[in-house]
């Protein structure tokens, strides 16, 4: 996604900017400070996070995957805001809330974006296929949660230590559109700003696609927000 009017190559070396200036800023963190409040662990002079069922590793040199290489930027984003914005003590309340009920989500913008680029996103790309939504939501680490309402997919997906997801489905017919509904639990405020938690709902709609595709074979360019 590039900043308003700027080029591939100026876009590229703002991220660069941030991405360092937040590496910077983790280099001051005190590992041991945080692992506990955070859910994570350390290894040597790293901290390890578990990201959407997958484990990245952080220090003052960096983030990086499985592999050794740094992930996308929205990734590299969303993990540094995790470890800086660590609250002073550990928040519980696990409570099923919407995107706009969070205190600190008062820009109109992120509201508007999380409708568009996660729940629509969603009830779009899977109307009328269901079973396809279910093997992608398992595929990438979704399980299933048991709901007091009827609905035709309720899957929890675990986004950080402290943050999981539910996805609620139903699908449509001849005289309803399909209904999705992605869900946090409350005290995920208290651990990322609202920006970030918007983007882990994109994510988590980028993925899903992604699987999906594999699974058929299609071309998964409309992945715009995939992890990968």
């Given at each position: 996604?590039?900043?308003?009017?700027?080029?591939?190559?100026t876009?590229?070396?703002?991220?660069?900017?941030?991405y360092?200036?937040?590496?910077?800023?983790?280099?001051?963190?005190?590992?041991?400070?945080?692992?506990s409040?955070?859910?994570?662990?350390?290894?040597?002079?790293?901290?390890?996070?578990?990201?959407?069922?997958?484990k990245?590793?952080?220090?003052?040199?960096?983030?990086?995957?499985?592999?050794?290489?740094?992930?996308?930027?929205?990734?590299?984003?969303?993990?540094?805001?995790y470890?800086?914005?660590?609250?002073?003590?550990?928040?519980?309340?696990?409570q099923?809330?919407?995107?706009?009920?969070?205190?600190?989500?008062?820009?109109?913008?992120?509201?508007?974006?999380?409708?568009s680029?996660?729940?629509?996103?969603?009830?779009?790309?899977?109307?009328?296929?269901?079973?396809?939504?279910?093997?992608?939501?398992r595929?990438?680490?979704?399980?299933?949660?048991?709901?007091?309402?009827?609905?035709?997919?309720?899957?929890?997906?675990?986004?950080?230590p402290?943050?999981?997801?539910?996805?609620?489905?139903?699908?449509?017919?001849?005289?309803?559109?399909?209904?999705?509904?992605?869900?946090f639990?409350?005290?995920?405020?208290?651990?990322?700003?609202?920006?970030?938690?918007?983007?882990?709902?994109a994510?988590l709609?980028?993925?899903?696609?992604k699987?999906?595709?594999?699974?058929?074979?299609?071309?998964?360019?409309i992945?715009?927000?995939?992890?990968?």
């Amino acid at each position: 996604m590039l900043l308003k009017g700027t080029s591939m190559d100026t876009s590229s070396t703002i991220f660069e900017k941030h991405y360092q200036d937040y590496c910077a800023q983790i280099s001051e963190i005190d590992f041991n400070s945080v692992t506990s409040i955070l859910g994570t662990q350390k290894d040597g002079d790293q901290m390890i996070i578990p990201f959407f069922n997958r484990k990245y590793w952080v220090s003052a040199n960096g983030i990086m995957d499985e592999s050794g290489n740094r992930p996308d930027y929205i990734v590299c984003v969303i993990i540094a805001k995790y470890i800086l914005l660590c609250p002073d003590q550990s928040h519980t309340d696990a409570q099923w809330v919407s995107f706009k009920d969070f205190k600190k989500t008062s820009h109109f913008t992120n509201v508007t974006f999380f409708n568009s680029d996660v729940e629509q996103a969603i009830g779009d790309h899977f109307s009328g296929r269901l079973d396809a939504l279910s093997g992608a939501g398992r595929a990438i680490g979704g399980m299933d949660y048991p709901m007091a309402l009827s609905y035709d997919l309720s899957m929890q997906f675990t986004v950080l230590p402290r943050i999981s997801l539910l996805l609620l489905f139903n699908d449509g017919d001849d005289e309803f559109a399909s209904q999705c509904k992605v869900l946090f639990q409350k005290h995920a405020e208290f651990y990322l700003d609202p920006e970030s938690l918007a983007m882990s709902g994109a994510l988590l709609a980028g993925n899903l696609k992604k699987a999906c595709d594999r699974s058929t074979g299609a071309d998964d360019s409309i992945s715009r927000w995939a992890i990968e």
